[in-house]
């Protein structure tokens, strides 16, 4: 699943389509209103996590998309794409539910056929290691994926998120 966001009324091909992964859109969208939150209410930052067309009229994404320029060239995207990467990281794993942390699926590999290592019992779950990563990191932010998005909602003329 992801969020595909258009342009009301592109000035070019920049401002027709933008499109991320849901790991991707749910922590731009909320640097954007965190760092626009003069530009955007809370109400926009709700509806902009839902895929149902909320509009962002042009003065906004014009007002958007110069903030979050200003922010690339200060460094300062550059410092929390540092700063989220870092947190992630510090986040332990966590014991797999699959196999409740011990590293073998119950049941044994005849329960679940293929989908088991051919040579073991080991939990596909986690590999056999009993510990898996926290769904909260599988979001990424990336500071590239900020520019493409300043650059799309400045060409776009306004936008909706679908």
Known sequence: ??????????KDERGKYFRN??????PLWDFVCEYCNDVLTEKDHNAGHYND???IEKQRAERIAKRLRELCESGRVLD?????VRHMDSIPDEPCRQCNGTGIRPGGKEQFGAVWFASCNGCN???????VR???????????NVLEFAEFAEN????KIY
Do not use: I, N, Q
């Open 1 to 10: 699943m992801g969020m595909d966001v258009y342009g009301e009324a592109p």
């Open 21 to 26: 992964s849901c790991w991707s859109w749910r």
């Open 53 to 55: 067309g909320y509009l």
């Open 80 to 84: 929390f794409e540092r700063e989220y």
């Open 125 to 131: 779950g986690c590999h056999g290691k009993g510990t």
């Open 134 to 144: 926290p769904s909260e990191t599988y979001y990424h932010f990336e500071a590239e």
């Open 156 to 159: 776009s003329g306004g936008f």
